[in-house]
T-cell receptor
Framework: SQTIHQWPATLVQPVGSPLSLECTVEGTSNPNLYWYRQAAGRGLQLLFYSVGIGQISSEVPQNLSASRPQDRQFILSSKKLLLSDSGFYLC????????????FGDGTRLSIL | SQQGEEDPQALSIQEGENATMNCSYKTSINNLQWYRQNSGRGLVHLILIRSNEREKHSGRLRVTLDTSKKSSSLLITASRAADTASYFCATNGRGAQKLVFGQGTRLTINP
Protein backbone atom coordinates (compact mmCIF):
# COMPACT_ATOMS: atom_id res chain seq x y z
CA SER A 1 0.00 0.00 0.00
CA GLN A 2 1.00 3.60 -0.48
CA THR A 3 2.34 5.71 2.35
CA ILE A 4 3.46 9.30 2.68
CA HIS A 5 6.06 10.49 5.15
CA GLN A 6 6.51 14.09 6.15
CA TRP A 7 9.01 15.42 8.66
CA PRO A 8 9.65 16.96 11.05
CA ALA A 9 6.28 17.05 12.82
CA THR A 10 7.14 20.26 14.65
CA LEU A 11 9.75 22.90 13.95
CA VAL A 12 10.65 26.16 15.66
CA GLN A 13 12.91 28.45 13.68
CA PRO A 14 14.19 32.01 14.14
CA VAL A 15 13.36 34.71 11.62
CA GLY A 16 15.91 34.78 8.81
CA SER A 17 16.94 31.15 9.16
CA PRO A 18 16.71 28.65 6.27
CA LEU A 19 14.08 25.95 5.96
CA SER A 20 13.94 22.50 4.47
CA LEU A 21 10.87 20.28 4.82
CA GLU A 22 10.90 16.88 3.21
CA CYS A 23 8.12 14.65 1.97
CA THR A 24 8.48 11.17 0.52
CA VAL A 25 5.93 8.77 -0.91
CA GLU A 26 6.22 4.99 -1.03
CA GLY A 27 4.31 2.36 -2.91
CA THR A 28 3.50 4.30 -6.05
CA SER A 29 5.33 5.77 -9.02
CA ASN A 30 5.07 9.05 -10.92
CA PRO A 31 2.65 10.64 -8.44
CA ASN A 32 1.50 14.24 -8.48
CA LEU A 33 2.93 15.95 -5.40
CA TYR A 34 1.59 18.98 -3.55
CA TRP A 35 2.65 21.39 -0.80
CA TYR A 36 -0.07 23.27 1.11
CA ARG A 37 -0.03 25.74 3.98
CA GLN A 38 -2.88 26.00 6.46
CA ALA A 39 -3.37 28.92 8.82
CA ALA A 40 -5.06 28.16 12.16
CA GLY A 41 -8.76 27.39 11.69
CA ARG A 42 -8.58 28.01 7.97
CA GLY A 43 -8.57 26.12 4.70
CA LEU A 44 -5.62 24.96 2.67
CA GLN A 45 -3.59 27.25 0.45
CA LEU A 46 -1.82 25.45 -2.40
CA LEU A 47 1.81 26.53 -2.54
CA PHE A 48 3.40 24.25 -5.13
CA TYR A 49 2.55 21.17 -7.13
CA SER A 50 4.53 18.86 -9.34
CA VAL A 51 3.44 16.42 -12.05
CA GLY A 52 6.94 14.99 -12.59
CA ILE A 53 10.62 15.16 -11.65
CA GLY A 54 11.92 18.68 -12.00
CA GLN A 55 8.48 20.05 -12.90
CA ILE A 56 7.29 22.56 -10.29
CA SER A 57 4.29 24.88 -10.53
CA SER A 58 4.21 27.78 -8.11
CA GLU A 59 0.81 29.00 -7.02
CA VAL A 60 1.66 31.81 -4.64
CA PRO A 61 4.64 34.17 -5.04
CA GLN A 62 6.59 34.21 -1.79
CA ASN A 63 10.00 33.44 -0.33
CA LEU A 64 9.44 29.68 -0.49
CA SER A 65 10.59 27.29 -3.19
CA ALA A 66 10.05 23.63 -3.95
CA SER A 67 12.09 20.95 -5.61
CA ARG A 68 11.51 17.39 -6.74
CA PRO A 69 14.92 15.76 -7.03
CA GLN A 70 13.49 12.24 -7.23
CA ASP A 71 10.18 10.78 -8.40
CA ARG A 72 8.75 10.36 -4.90
CA GLN A 73 10.53 13.13 -3.02
CA PHE A 74 9.24 16.67 -2.65
CA ILE A 75 11.14 19.33 -0.72
CA LEU A 76 9.94 22.74 0.48
CA SER A 77 12.67 25.28 1.14
CA SER A 78 13.36 28.84 2.11
CA LYS A 79 16.61 30.75 2.30
CA LYS A 80 15.30 33.22 4.88
CA LEU A 81 12.15 32.63 6.89
CA LEU A 82 9.70 35.42 7.66
CA LEU A 83 7.29 35.63 10.60
CA SER A 84 4.45 35.22 8.10
CA ASP A 85 5.80 31.78 7.13
CA SER A 86 4.45 30.31 10.35
CA GLY A 87 1.74 27.73 9.80
CA PHE A 88 0.87 24.11 9.28
CA TYR A 89 2.50 22.67 6.16
CA LEU A 90 0.97 19.67 4.49
CA CYS A 91 2.33 17.46 1.75
CA UNK A 92 0.02 15.36 -0.40
CA UNK A 93 0.18 13.00 -3.35
CA UNK A 94 -2.26 11.76 -5.94
CA UNK A 95 -2.18 9.53 -8.95
CA UNK A 96 -1.94 11.29 -12.30
CA UNK A 97 -5.23 12.51 -13.75
CA UNK A 98 -7.99 14.89 -12.80
CA UNK A 99 -10.37 12.48 -11.05
CA UNK A 100 -8.00 11.45 -8.30
CA UNK A 101 -8.23 11.97 -4.54
CA UNK A 102 -5.27 13.39 -2.69
CA UNK A 103 -3.56 11.63 0.19
CA PHE A 104 -2.01 13.75 2.90
CA GLY A 105 0.88 13.46 5.29
CA ASP A 106 0.48 14.39 8.93
CA GLY A 107 1.93 17.85 8.45
CA THR A 108 4.68 19.99 9.94
CA ARG A 109 3.78 22.73 12.37
CA LEU A 110 6.25 25.55 11.77
CA SER A 111 6.64 28.35 14.28
CA ILE A 112 8.83 31.33 13.48
CA LEU A 113 10.21 33.30 16.43
CA SER B 1 -11.69 31.63 -8.43
CA GLN B 2 -13.50 28.34 -8.09
CA GLN B 3 -12.87 28.19 -4.36
CA GLY B 4 -15.45 26.27 -2.38
CA GLU B 5 -17.09 27.93 0.57
CA GLU B 6 -18.51 25.78 3.35
CA ASP B 7 -21.53 26.63 5.39
CA PRO B 8 -21.85 26.71 8.34
CA GLN B 9 -18.36 27.56 9.59
CA ALA B 10 -19.08 25.65 12.79
CA LEU B 11 -21.74 23.11 13.74
CA SER B 12 -22.40 21.51 17.12
CA ILE B 13 -24.94 18.70 17.48
CA GLN B 14 -25.79 15.82 19.80
CA GLU B 15 -24.55 12.32 19.17
CA GLY B 16 -27.03 10.38 17.08
CA GLU B 17 -28.30 13.40 15.18
CA ASN B 18 -27.61 14.01 11.51
CA ALA B 19 -25.09 16.65 10.43
CA THR B 20 -25.41 18.54 7.17
CA MET B 21 -22.66 20.71 5.71
CA ASN B 22 -22.91 22.73 2.52
CA CYS B 23 -20.37 23.85 -0.04
CA SER B 24 -20.72 26.41 -2.81
CA TYR B 25 -18.29 27.12 -5.61
CA LYS B 26 -18.00 29.62 -8.42
CA THR B 27 -16.89 28.05 -11.70
CA SER B 28 -17.40 24.85 -13.70
CA ILE B 29 -15.90 21.78 -12.12
CA ASN B 30 -14.73 18.33 -13.13
CA ASN B 31 -15.41 16.85 -9.72
CA LEU B 32 -15.95 17.82 -6.10
CA GLN B 33 -14.35 16.07 -3.16
CA TRP B 34 -14.96 16.07 0.58
CA TYR B 35 -12.17 15.66 3.12
CA ARG B 36 -12.01 15.33 6.88
CA GLN B 37 -9.31 16.68 9.16
CA ASN B 38 -8.85 15.76 12.79
CA SER B 39 -7.17 18.42 14.89
CA GLY B 40 -3.46 18.69 14.13
CA ARG B 41 -3.51 15.97 11.49
CA GLY B 42 -3.50 15.70 7.72
CA LEU B 43 -6.65 15.55 5.63
CA VAL B 44 -8.36 12.27 4.83
CA HIS B 45 -10.30 11.83 1.60
CA LEU B 46 -13.94 10.88 2.20
CA ILE B 47 -15.75 10.89 -1.10
CA LEU B 48 -15.48 12.15 -4.68
CA ILE B 49 -18.49 13.06 -6.81
CA ARG B 50 -18.14 13.71 -10.51
CA SER B 51 -19.81 16.65 -12.22
CA ASN B 52 -22.27 14.31 -14.00
CA GLU B 53 -23.35 12.64 -10.74
CA ARG B 54 -26.10 13.96 -8.47
CA GLU B 55 -25.74 11.81 -5.38
CA LYS B 56 -23.25 9.43 -3.86
CA HIS B 57 -23.22 7.30 -0.71
CA SER B 58 -20.44 5.83 1.37
CA GLY B 59 -21.43 4.23 4.67
CA ARG B 60 -23.04 6.95 6.81
CA LEU B 61 -22.02 9.65 4.32
CA ARG B 62 -24.29 11.02 1.63
CA VAL B 63 -23.08 13.66 -0.81
CA THR B 64 -25.23 15.55 -3.27
CA LEU B 65 -24.15 17.81 -6.10
CA ASP B 66 -26.24 20.43 -7.87
CA THR B 67 -24.17 21.87 -10.71
CA SER B 68 -26.94 24.30 -11.69
CA LYS B 69 -26.66 25.91 -8.24
CA LYS B 70 -22.91 25.25 -7.98
CA SER B 71 -23.41 23.63 -4.60
CA SER B 72 -22.86 20.37 -2.76
CA SER B 73 -23.89 18.99 0.59
CA LEU B 74 -22.38 16.39 2.89
CA LEU B 75 -24.74 14.55 5.22
CA ILE B 76 -23.42 12.44 8.07
CA THR B 77 -26.17 10.27 9.52
CA ALA B 78 -26.34 8.94 13.07
CA SER B 79 -23.35 11.03 14.15
CA ARG B 80 -20.80 9.74 16.62
CA ALA B 81 -18.37 11.54 18.91
CA ALA B 82 -15.56 10.28 16.66
CA ASP B 83 -17.01 12.30 13.77
CA THR B 84 -15.81 15.47 15.51
CA ALA B 85 -13.44 17.06 12.98
CA SER B 86 -13.22 19.76 10.33
CA TYR B 87 -14.73 18.96 6.95
CA PHE B 88 -13.56 20.53 3.71
CA CYS B 89 -14.88 20.51 0.19
CA ALA B 90 -12.45 20.80 -2.69
CA THR B 91 -13.09 21.38 -6.35
CA ASN B 92 -11.17 20.29 -9.39
CA GLY B 93 -11.57 22.30 -12.56
CA ARG B 94 -11.70 20.78 -16.02
CA GLY B 95 -8.26 19.62 -17.11
CA ALA B 96 -6.71 20.63 -13.80
CA GLN B 97 -4.66 18.32 -11.62
CA LYS B 98 -4.95 20.48 -8.55
CA LEU B 99 -7.69 21.06 -5.99
CA VAL B 100 -9.01 24.29 -4.53
CA PHE B 101 -10.14 23.88 -0.93
CA GLY B 102 -12.81 25.76 0.96
CA GLN B 103 -12.39 27.14 4.49
CA GLY B 104 -14.05 24.17 6.15
CA THR B 105 -16.83 23.40 8.62
CA ARG B 106 -15.82 22.60 12.17
CA LEU B 107 -18.15 19.85 13.39
CA THR B 108 -18.49 19.01 17.08
CA ILE B 109 -20.49 15.98 18.19
CA ASN B 110 -21.52 16.19 21.82
CA PRO B 111 -21.89 12.86 23.65
Amino acid sequence: SQTIHQWPATLVQPVGSPLSLECTVEGTSNPNLYWYRQAAGRGLQLLFYSVGIGQISSEVPQNLSASRPQDRQFILSSKKLLLSDSGFYLCAWSDQGALQPQHFGDGTRLSIL
Amino acid sequence: SQQGEEDPQALSIQEGENATMNCSYKTSINNLQWYRQNSGRGLVHLILIRSNEREKHSGRLRVTLDTSKKSSSLLITASRAADTASYFCATNGRGAQKLVFGQGTRLTINP
